[in-house]
Nanobody, 116 residues
Framework: QVQLVESGGGLVQPGGSLRLSCAAS????????MRWYRQAAGKEREWVAG???????SYADSMLGRFTISRDNGKNTAYLQMNSLKPEDTAVYYC??????????WGQGTQVTVSS
């Protein structure tokens, strides 16, 4: 059974940091690119960052320099380190696993709230 389980969300003050984790099971994690998306209340889901199976990374412009995506294939886990958080980063964060020719997988999301 395929599972993606996000964790690490919570309430943080502006300027603070959080590290999100996405634990994967039920598929060959190392063969999949991993992506993080987020969805703020009343807004569409937006792409945040991605890391390929070969460890190439990419970021949405507004996250560049503040967020870092990484993966540990030995632990079947992807991470999103978020620094210098802003109130506008408040959203539910989702991880996504993709591989050409295969159906994508999604986690259930973890809430991040940036507020003083």
């Amino acid at each position: 059974q395929v599972q993606l389980v996000e964790s690490g969300g919570g309430l943080v003050q502006p300027g603070g940091s959080l590290r999100l984790s996405c634990a994967a099971s039920g598929f060959t994690f190392s063969s999949y690119a991993m992506r993080w998306y987020r969805q703020a209340a009343g807004k569409e889901r937006e792409w945040v960052a991605g890391i390929s199976a070969g460890d190439s990374t990419s970021y949405a412009d507004s996250m560049l320099g503040r967020f870092t995506i990484s993966r540990d294939n030995g632990k079947n886990t992807a991470y999103l380190q978020m620094n210098s958080l802003k109130p506008e980063d408040t959203a539910v964060y989702y991880c996504n696993a993709v591989r050409a020719g295969h159906s994508p997988y999604w986690g259930q999301g973890t809430q991040v709230t940036v507020s003083s």
